[in-house]
């Protein structure tokens, strides 16, 4: 008896994950705007960030640069906008990638070093971002400006 219900709990467990927020549980996801993934829904939720890892592996290691799985071809369709139409960045909580991830308690860190918006739109330097970001509030105000202009001066200065 114990065993079967042990058995109907994690059933009912890993059906969970089945719900969605059309049930009123799991995430708000925005409406993308194009073609469906060709290879399902499904599947880029749960492989996304194997597509992206092995295509930053090519990038890095190999210098390859396909196009399929970057975060460029991802703004093409997933970009969300304000209401005055313009893209929404990773520091808003409506971004694209936000909505799973705040759900999940994941920390999207693709945007430390990388745009998090479609390309024709001015954000600022993601690096720029990191520093006046909430990581770095507790510093005091000028903070952030002392540790670039160290940095710059570091990277200029002969070893």
Not at 12 to 25: I, M, Q, R, Y
Not at 78 to 107: I, L, M, N, S
Not at 115 to 136: C, K, W
């Amino acid at each position: 008896m114990k065993l079967a219900r042990i058995f109907l709990a994690l059933c009912l467990f890993f059906s969970a994950g089945a719900l969605s927020a059309a049930d009123g549980v799991g995430p708000d996801i925005p409406q993308a705007t194009g073609e469906p993934h060709p290879e399902g829904n499904d599947y880029m939720r749960r492989w996304h960030m194997e597509m992206l890892k092995h295509d930053r592996d090519l990038t890095m290691y190999l210098g390859i640069r396909p196009t399929d799985s970057s975060l460029a071809e991802c703004f093409e369709c997933h970009t969300v906008k304000d209401e005055a139409g313009v893209p929404v960045t990773v520091a808003d909580e409506r971004h694209f990638c936000r909505a799973c991830h705040d759900y999940a308690a994941v920390r999207v860190d693709c945007f430390d070093c990388h745009r998090s918006t479609p390309a024709d739109f001015d954000e600022p330097a993601p690096h720029a971002m990191i520093l006046r970001g909430p990581r770095f509030r507790s510093w005091g105000a000028g903070d952030a400006d002392v540790l670039l202009a160290y940095l710059s001066q570091a990277m200029t200065e002969p070893n």
